[in-house]
T-cell receptor, first 114, second 115 residues
Framework: AQKVTQAQTEISVVEKEDVTLDCVYE???????LFWYKQPPSGELVFLIR??????QNEISGRYSWNFQKSTSSFNFTITASQVVDSAVYFC???????????FGKGTRLHILP | KAGVTQTPRYLIKTRGQQVTLSCSPI?????VSWYQQTPGQGLQFLFE???????NKGNFPGRFSGRQFSNSRSEMNVSTLELGDSALYLC??????????????FGPGTRLTVT
């Protein structure tokens, strides 16, 4: 069965600190996709990244970086030098090869304190 | 290019009533998916439509239904509303289905409150 677990319900850090959001997934498929979305207070889901199961290379985009480790079924997200605008709920998610259904984790609410 | 639009943005209904929500996908996108977001259950997949046909369905009761029109616009309907149906309903569109949610873009959502 598919499942995404985000163990951290809520995190608070002071601005400019680095913060890592954890994500652990379960799937029986060998081909799958992993996602991170950001949901600011406005409610709209903002796509951050999509990774396929065959690409374990870490990715960096500005202050954002992602660490995908198949051996531990984890896809963690790090924000470097956090800013107040990073405050939001972040969702990790999973979909399988032929499927457009996205399975979301429960989300991590991130507070960046000035 | 305009994004995914959803109407109305906010809605208040009474228990027992029915409601219809609308979603207009990004121009050229032919697949539309619907999700329900509640504080308790989080984000859950409702259904997906492509070529006016339901392609995939989540685990929701039959009170939840949807349809897609020839111009790819989609509507979802909830009949006999219950308090627990209060949620943010999100629509997502993608170019084509069956690509592992590739290039799937979400709309701003419709916030439904059932009293």
């Amino acid at each position: 069965a598919q499942k995404v677990t985000q163990a951290q319900t809520e995190i608070s850090v002071v601005e400019k600190e680095d913060v890592t959001l954890d994500c652990v997934y379960e799937t029986r498929d060998t081909t799958y996709y992993l996602f991170w979305y950001k949901q600011p207070p406005s409610g709209e889901l903002v796509f951050l990244i999509r990774r396929n199961s065959f690409d374990e290379q870490n990715e960096i985009s500005g202050r954002y970086s992602w660490n995908f480790q198949k051996s531990t079924s984890s896809f963690n997200f790090t924000i470097t030098a956090s800013q107040v605008v990073d405050s939001a709920v972040y969702f990790c998610a999973l979909s399988e090869a032929e499927d457009d259904k996205i399975i979301f984790g429960k989300g991590t609410r991130l507070h960046i304190l000035p | 290019k305009a994004g995914v639009t959803q109407t109305p943005r906010y809605l208040i209904k009474t228990r027992g009533q029915q409601v219809t929500l609308s979603c207009s996908p990004i121009s050229g996108h032919r697949s539309v998916s619907w999700y329900q977001q509640t504080p308790g259950q989080g984000l859950q997949f409702l259904f997906e439509y492509f070529s006016e046909t339901q392609r995939n369905k989540g685990n929701f009761p039959g009170r939840f239904s949807g349809r897609q029109f020839s111009n790819s616009r989609s509507e979802m309907n909830v009949s006999t509303l219950e308090l627990g149906d209060s949620a943010l309903y999100l629509c997502a569109s993608s170019l084509n289905p069956g690509q592992g949610a590739r290039e799937q873009y979400f709309g701003p959502g419709t916030r439904l409150t059932v009293t």
